[in-house]
């Protein structure tokens, strides 16, 4: 199963905001605003996505400035089809991005949820605690003007 099944294939592409913002809530992510995903998509430094009878099932992205700093975002999988490797197939196809473009001197990270840390192990992934901790920084709503 999974993609030995001539009806999955992969796609290097951004997906479109709608597209996005339903592969991340039918995996379980925050929802995104459609303004807030159609500023951020066309960012992105490498984007694939795994297609399911050319219906979009799965995706993964690179983000950063291209040259000091990456961050790996975005790993999706519908649940329907989960378990058969498509989440490593998306690890694989951004490590052959990262192991291309990333210069020696990159810094290359993600933040790992849960067991989402065993996929992210198997390419090299470890966790900086206790040395460093991720950390994060929800911004308020925008204030009105004063």
């Keep these: 199963m999974g993609m030995n099944d001539p009806t999955y294939s992969v796609l290097h592409a951004i997906p479109s905001a709608s597209v996005y913002n339903a592969l991340r809530t039918g995996a379980g992510l925050s929802a995104k605003t459609a303004e807030a995903a159609a500023r951020g998509l066309p960012g992105s430094l490498f984007a694939v996505q795994i297609l399911h009878r050319d219906q979009p099932i799965g995706m993964g992205r690179v983000i950063g400035d291209g040259a000091c700093f ?4 975005d790993i999706a999988v519908l649940p329907g ?3 058969k490797g498509l989440g490593k197939r998306i690890m694989r196809e ?3 991005y990262l192991d291309a473009n990333v210069p020696p001197s990159g810094y290359v990270s993600l933040i ?3 067991k989402a840390q065993e ?3 198997q390419f090299g992934f470890e966790p900086t605690a206790p040395a460093g901790v991720g950390m994060a920084y929800k911004p308020r709503a925008a204030q009105p003007a004063r």
């Design 70 to 73: 990456y961050q790996v975002v």
């Design 81 to 83: 089809h989960q378990g």
């Design 94 to 96: 951004i490590m052959g």
């Design 112 to 114: 790992a949820d849960g």
């Design 119 to 121: 996929l992210y192990a």
